[in-house]
């Protein structure tokens, strides 16, 4: 039995993997850090509303004695320059790494990325420069095991929606096709993801960055 802290429980990935949290017998407690509240109540859920997630020490009594972080919140770089985008992945990811490695040092850290993120952080896309820089903090902070989920197409399901209109509106239009498209094995589904995240803790996996296809495979456990 684990124990769970989720962000981004607000956006389409993070309630995927809430939901799938909430439905296994391997975890025991989920702890949701948000700004806003969650429609959802359940007997394992907590839920912690919290404003400033540069610094992190106003909630620091409800952040011990986890075993894993599914840091599952982030933003689009469209429109943003590379020091805003910067501020709203990379800094927000440390202050969050970096507090509850001090409490939980041995726990998992499982961070969501994208596809084609830049590990050498020198590359000539920018998104890809920040998400490459934000990884290697992760995986090298100390924790126990860390796992960079480079996501590029999750099929919606359960009824998770994104936050953002225009991903709505091309899911809306893809829906007739999602059952041929989860045949695919470089798709993946948001409670294959919410399954992987679980069972990076549970059995764990060699391969520390997992593309869609390697995200099926944990999922299976």
Excluded at 53 to 68: P, V
Aim: glycine fraction near 8%; charge should be positive; proline fraction near 4%.
């Amino acid at each position: 039995m684990i124990k769970v802290i989720i962000t981004g429980s607000t956006g389409m990935v993070g309630r995927g993997v809430l939901l799938e949290c909430l439905e296994s017998p391997q975890v025991e407690h989920v702890l949701v850090i948000n700004r806003s509240h969650l429609p959802i109540k359940h007997p394992k859920l907590t839920e912690v509303i919290h404003d400033n997630f540069f610094d992190f020490s106003a909630i620091n009594d409800h952040l011990k004695g986890y075993d894993a972080c599914f840091h599952c919140m982030g933003v689009s770089s469209v429109g943003m320059n590379e020091t805003e985008y910067h501020r709203y992945t990379y800094d927000i990811t440390e202050a969050l790494a970096t507090t509850l490695f001090r409490m939980n040092p041995n726990m998992v850290f499982n961070y969501v990325s994208g596809k084609g993120t830049d590990p050498t952080e020198k590359g000539k896309v920018m998104w890809a420069r920040v998400k490459g820089k934000t990884e290697n903090l992760i995986l090298n902070m100390g924790f126990k095991d860390a796992y960079m989920f480079r996501l590029q197409l999750v099929i919606p399901k359960k009824g998770v929606k994104s936050k953002t209109a225009w991903i709505n509106a091309f899911y809306a239009v893809m829906r007739p096709f999602f059952p041929l498209l989860e045949k695919n094995k470089n798709n993946t589904t948001s409670v294959k993801v919410g399954q992987a995240m679980i069972n990076s803790v549970l059995v764990g996996s060699f391969t520390k960055i997992l593309d869609n296809h390697l995200v099926n495979e944990l999922a299976k456990g």
